[in-house]
């Protein structure tokens, strides 16, 4: 059967990388700048960190692709969005370049993560781990969807394959891909989903403005067959296992393929919740329960979730991909 990751940010994270949003602004805003317009960015990001919303009230920093969406609102011109886009996506990847740095294979750890990316039902309760054993039909192929930038995934599987999958049979790794690129380009992909979420109704039908924030349109213009295969992959899933990733309003448009795909009754979900420490079995079901109301509500289909509860199974867990102990 295919099987398909979507890594989130969450991915990253569990390696050790400070890989959040808070993290970089830290860096990013202490950087002396020259540049008027990238100063006043700074300016605002300081100003959200420290609570000090009056500048710019309605940007909320927590999301950098958004709030820039929101922030183009301050800008008059493509030029002047170009300066500060450009600014922050070089210093972006030069910061995500000392994170994925920080992650050193290590082949007990990365013998630990292939085993969990062949096995991942092995985190579900034992009648999900039965039911999902029930949908194994022979060799595994792995695909891995990664909307990170480091490229930690490949340094995993950089000097081994994948392991058998739960009942002995080969995993083939067929592909990881960037979804969203990743450091060894020139720049990387960063936006928004569509036009729609670019304040500036003055530049926002600007095609070079297109082209540089709104992510399909930049994919496209890399290569126009690109997000037509990366959805191929996840058409052609038996299931999708979900780590990390919140599937924001930036990344809609894989929101909405998911939806399709749930809505086919073909494909099947695994998503992780990330806690653990029940103090009883009770809890952990429930907590399982809202997981699967929480992500079915998420792909608008909230009127629905009994239709398709059977198709989503979550793992309530702080071990999968645990590659550094707890701090």
């Not at 950087?31 to 300081?46: E, F, Q």
């Not at 082949?107 to 949908?135: G, I």
Request: glycine share 6%.
């Amino acid at each position: 059967m295919n099987v398909v990751f979507l890594l989130g940010n969450g991915f990253d994270l569990q390696l050790g990388l400070n890989s959040r949003y808070a993290d970089f602004y830290d860096y990013y805003s202490k950087k002396p700048s020259t540049d008027v317009l990238v100063a006043n960015l700074k300016g605002h990001i300081n100003d959200f960190l420290e609570g000090k919303k009056n500048r710019l009230p309605d940007v909320n920093w927590e999301d950098l692709e958004l709030a820039l969406g929101k922030y183009t609102k301050e800008l008059k011109s493509y030029e002047e969005l170009r300066a500060i886009y450009l600014d922050i996506n070089k210093e972006l990847m030069v910061y995500l370049h000392s994170q994925e740095r920080l992650f050193i294979r290590d082949e007990s750890v990365c013998s630990k993560l292939r085993a969990d990316f062949c096995r991942p039902e092995q985190y579900l309760s034992t009648n999900e781990k039965r039911r999902y054993h029930n949908l194994i039909d022979g060799g595994t192929g792995l695909n891995i969807l990664n909307l990170n930038y480091t490229k930690c995934c490949e340094t995993i599987f950089e000097k081994k394959g994948p392991d058998n999958n739960a009942k002995g049979n080969t995993t083939n790794l067929a592909e990881i891909a960037h979804v969203h690129g990743d450091l060894e380009m020139q720049n990387v992909l960063m936006g928004v989903n569509d036009i729609s979420q670019i304040a500036n109704e003055t530049i926002r039908d600007d095609v070079r403005v297109k082209r540089m924030l709104v992510k399909p349109s930049t994919n496209d213009m890399l290569d126009n067959q690109r997000t037509i295969h990366l959805k191929s992959i996840l058409t052609n899933a038996k299931v999708v296992v979900i780590y990390g990733a919140s599937l924001g309003d930036t990344d809609l448009m894989w929101r909405t393929k998911l939806m399709d795909l749930l809505v086919s009754e073909k494909c099947y979900f695994l998503i992780y919740e990330y806690q653990e420490g029940f103090d009883n079995i009770f809890d952990q079901a429930d907590a399982e329960d809202q997981a699967k109301v929480a992500f079915i509500t998420k792909l608008g289909l909230g009127e629905e979730v009994e239709k398709y509860r059977q198709y989503v199974f979550v793992a309530v867990t702080k071990s999968m991909f645990r590659a550094v102990a707890d701090k």
